[in-house]
């Protein structure tokens, strides 16, 4: 074996351009002298360089018209066939779109062969998404990472419809990874001119070195677009994943006004990207995904696993927004009907479940002397309130039931209002993906977001559950020292200790409210510690009475058992999902996209 390098003049070549796709053919010729057997190639003549942030095709200015585009189907997924390929290529096309970014995957074979012919310029990716820093550091990866892209180079940079090669996509911006994207252009692309193409999880463009183009991703899920009119001095950027979901108040059906609202959104972002300083845009995307994990955004009566970002459905049926997009870019004429934006629905169940709770305690306290005053006793006199229990001095199973199930369904009151509230944020949803490796695990959490009361009752059980198992976990910790509890005992000083945060009861009624309100995440924030504060004080009583130990030794005994839980998750996240590297990533890349400058 060896590398036999060919080189030739060809005078006045006809260019390769989007409005004239001109293809020669380049017949080559092996003999060994015996025989001999010709391969044929499709190449093509242009010019494309990076000036002043522009693209120039064959020395004319462009503004890049993409779409993204993954190469799936509906009922075969990505064993796509050439022909349907070639069908939405040419539909992309006709449709005014002038690049097709292949997303997901390295595009099929044929790609290349069918754009060259179509006059649709080519970015092709290699599907890694979302990758840490720490890992792209890594010899290995980039070993692989270099590999990859220099195998889908080599194989296809004789296609004039490349405009260059995505290195990665959703990566955060800082100058490690420009560095890395520097080392890696220099391997794999030495002596070429063609751009590096980088996906940026950031909506702010700064200066990039020669060589490495910029997309800015916008926000999946925000429905308002977030435009910010930035300029670099230095550097070549496109404004990337524009689209919107249909509104999140119609998410639940897919109707004619979700439709509507969506192309609304998208026809102006596009105009408003077009108007900043800025090499184009590209949308996202073509047609409908399936993705791996269920997306809170799916909404109740949607398949959980297809998001609906496409122009047009999984099985190819034309949107409103696909129509738009022909009209904002000349293709086509259409008239949209109007319609009136959908009132927000305020879920009742969260105050109705609170009312119900609160009614039940107002109650007892009324025609319960006894509750009433061991009520004021776990708040006055707490400490000589769970000796007591401990000394047998008091114990009635029903009164700590009662105190059980109102505490944990208050508590599920608002867990659920927070989901619930939370079901359009990509930053929660991106968390749940991360945290939760279990498919049927998120799948319920999506459930539980679009139905408040099936989220109260698990919530409730869940907090229950946890409970009972710190008490199960108190009898056996006693076991080492003076006192000994029975299980009963460890169960009713958990709970009676968790009576502290009964005052959060009326929050119930107004918390789903009150999160509309920035303001409130930090009032939140404090008043949780807060409680939890008080709530480690009462257990840290608990531990002095039931083991009869100080209370400095309880209060280290508080400190080795958090410590060890935190220390597990760490360790378990750590070696079995190798997690800490995307947790950093969501908390230095995606919250401060997030939550910018509006």
């Given at each position: 074996?060896g590398t036999?390098h060919l080189?030739?003049?060809?005078r006045?070549?006809?260019?390769w351009?989007i409005s004239?796709?001109?293809l020669?053919?380049l017949?080559i010729?092996?003999?060994?002298g015996?025989?001999?057997f010709?391969v044929?190639i499709?190449?093509?003549?242009r010019?494309?360089?990076?000036?002043?942030g522009?693209?120039?095709l064959n020395?004319?200015?462009?503004e890049?018209r993409?779409i993204d585009?993954?190469?799936?189907s509906?009922g075969v997924?990505?064993?796509?066939s050439?022909?349907?390929i070639?069908?939405?290529?040419?539909r992309?096309r006709?449709?005014?779109f002038n690049?097709?970014r292949?997303?997901?995957?390295?595009p099929?074979?044929a790609?290349y062969d069918i754009?060259?012919r179509l006059g649709?310029?080519?970015?092709?990716?290699?599907?890694?998404?979302g990758v840490?820093i720490?890992l792209m550091?890594?010899?290995?990866?980039?070993?692989r990472?270099?590999?990859m892209l220099?195998r889908?180079i080599?194989?296809n940079d004789?296609h004039?419809?490349v405009?260059?090669?995505?290195?990665v996509?959703?990566?955060?911006y800082?100058?490690?990874?420009l560095?890395?994207?520097?080392e890696v252009?220099?391997?794999?692309?030495a002596?070429?001119?063609?751009?590096?193409?980088?996906?940026?999880a950031?909506d702010v463009?700064?200066d990039?070195p020669?060589?490495?183009v910029?997309?800015?991703?916008?926000?999946?899920?925000l429905?308002e677009?977030r435009?910010?009119?930035?300029s670099?001095?230095?550097?070549a950027?496109?404004a990337a994943?524009?689209g919107a979901l249909a509104?999140?108040?119609?998410l639940d059906?897919d109707?004619?006004q979700?439709?509507i609202?969506?192309s609304d959104?998208?026809?102006r972002?596009?105009?408003?990207i077009?108007?900043l300083?800025?090499?184009?845009?590209?949308?996202?995307?073509?047609n409908d995904?399936?993705?791996a994990l269920?997306m809170?955004?799916?909404?109740?009566?949607l398949?959980t696993d297809?998001i609906r970002?496409g122009l047009v459905t999984e099985g190819?049926e034309?949107r409103?927004?696909?129509?738009?997009?022909?009209d904002?870019l000349?293709?086509?004429?259409?008239d949209v009907p109007?319609?009136?934006?959908p009132?927000?629905?305020?879920?009742v169940e969260?105050p109705?479940a609170?009312?119900?709770?609160?009614?039940i305690l107002?109650?007892?306290?009324?025609q319960?002397?006894v509750?009433?005053?061991?009520l004021?006793?776990v708040?006055?006199?707490?400490?000589?309130?769970?000796?007591?229990?401990v000394?047998r001095r008091?114990?009635?199973?029903?009164?700590t039931?009662l105190?059980a199930?109102?505490?944990?369904?208050?508590q599920g009151?608002l867990?659920?209002?927070?989901?619930n509230h939370s079901?359009f944020?990509?930053g929660l949803?991106?968390?749940?993906?991360?945290?939760i490796?279990?498919?049927?695990?998120?799948?319920?959490?999506v459930?539980?977001?679009w139905?408040?009361?099936?989220a109260i009752?698990?919530f409730?059980a869940?907090?229950?559950?946890?409970?009972?198992v710190?008490?199960v976990?108190?009898r056996l910790?006693s076991?080492?020292?003076?006192g000994q509890?029975?299980?009963?005992?460890?169960?009713?000083?958990?709970?009676?200790a968790a009576?502290?945060?009964?005052?959060?009861i009326?929050l119930?009624?107004?918390?789903?409210?009150l999160l509309?309100?920035?303001?409130?995440?930090w009032?939140q924030?404090?008043?949780?510690?807060?409680?939890?504060?008080?709530?480690?004080?009462?257990v840290?009583s608990v531990?002095?009475?039931?083991?009869?130990?100080s209370?400095?030794?309880a209060?280290?005994?508080i400190f080795?058992i958090?410590?060890?839980?935190?220390?597990?998750?760490?360790?378990v996240y750590?070696?079995?999902?190798a997690i800490t590297?995307?947790?950093r990533?969501?908390?230095?890349?995606?919250?401060p996209w997030?939550?910018?400058?509006?």
């Amino acid at each position: 074996t060896g590398t036999v390098h060919l080189s030739g003049n060809v005078r006045d070549p006809q260019l390769w351009s989007i409005s004239e796709p001109r293809l020669y053919t380049l017949n080559i010729i092996i003999s060994d002298g015996e025989g001999s057997f010709g391969v044929p190639i499709t190449v093509g003549f242009r010019e494309i360089k990076w000036e002043s942030g522009q693209v120039l095709l064959n020395g004319n200015a462009l503004e890049i018209r993409g779409i993204d585009y993954r190469q799936e189907s509906h009922g075969v997924g990505a064993a796509i066939s050439t022909e349907q390929i070639e069908r939405d290529l040419t539909r992309i096309r006709n449709q005014g779109f002038n690049l097709v970014r292949v997303t997901g995957s390295v595009p099929h074979p044929a790609t290349y062969d069918i754009c060259d012919r179509l006059g649709l310029m080519l970015l092709p990716g290699t599907g890694l998404r979302g990758v840490p820093i720490g890992l792209m550091t890594q010899p290995a990866f980039r070993s692989r990472l270099e590999s990859m892209l220099r195998r889908e180079i080599l194989s296809n940079d004789h296609h004039p419809s490349v405009l260059g090669w995505e290195m990665v996509d959703w990566a955060p911006y800082s100058p490690t990874l420009l560095e890395i994207a520097i080392e890696v252009r220099s391997t794999v692309l030495a002596g070429r001119d063609e751009a590096l193409f980088i996906g940026f999880a950031s909506d702010v463009a700064q200066d990039l070195p020669d060589g490495i183009v910029g997309m800015r991703n916008r926000i999946p899920y925000l429905f308002e677009e977030r435009v910010t009119p930035q300029s670099v001095s230095h550097g070549a950027w496109l404004a990337a994943g524009l689209g919107a979901l249909a509104s999140p108040l119609t998410l639940d059906e897919d109707s004619l006004q979700s439709e509507i609202r969506q192309s609304d959104a998208l026809v102006r972002q596009v105009n408003a990207i077009r108007e900043l300083p800025l090499a184009g845009f590209i949308i996202d995307s073509y047609n409908d995904r399936r993705a791996a994990l269920p997306m809170l955004i799916a909404g109740a009566q949607l398949e959980t696993d297809l998001i609906r970002r496409g122009l047009v459905t999984e099985g190819r049926e034309e949107r409103i927004s696909w129509q738009r997009v022909g009209d904002l870019l000349g293709q086509v004429q259409i008239d949209v009907p109007v319609v009136e934006s959908p009132k927000v629905q305020f879920p009742v169940e969260f105050p109705i479940a609170t009312l119900i709770i609160g009614g039940i305690l107002l109650l007892m306290m009324r025609q319960n002397n006894v509750f009433r005053h061991n009520l004021r006793r776990v708040f006055a006199h707490t400490h000589g309130f769970f000796a007591d229990i401990v000394d047998r001095r008091y114990f009635q199973g029903g009164q700590t039931m009662l105190v059980a199930i109102i505490f944990a369904t208050a508590q599920g009151v608002l867990l659920a209002s927070l989901l619930n509230h939370s079901r359009f944020y990509f930053g929660l949803d991106y968390l749940f993906t991360l945290i939760i490796p279990f498919y049927q695990a998120k799948a319920l959490l999506v459930y539980w977001a679009w139905h408040p009361i099936y989220a109260i009752l698990a919530f409730s059980a869940i907090v229950l559950v946890l409970w009972i198992v710190g008490a199960v976990a108190l009898r056996l910790l006693s076991i080492p020292f003076p006192g000994q509890m029975k299980l009963r005992h460890s169960l009713a000083l958990i709970f009676w200790a968790a009576t502290c945060f009964l005052p959060l009861i009326p929050l119930g009624l107004v918390h789903y409210r009150l999160l509309d309100f920035a303001w409130f995440k930090w009032v939140q924030i404090s008043l949780f510690g807060l409680f939890w504060f008080w709530f480690l004080i009462r257990v840290s009583s608990v531990i002095r009475v039931g083991f009869r130990v100080s209370s400095r030794t309880a209060w280290i005994l508080i400190f080795i058992i958090i410590l060890v839980t935190a220390g597990s998750l760490v360790t378990v996240y750590r070696g079995g999902f190798a997690i800490t590297d995307y947790i950093r990533y969501y908390s230095d890349v995606i919250l401060p996209w997030i939550e910018g400058p509006a």
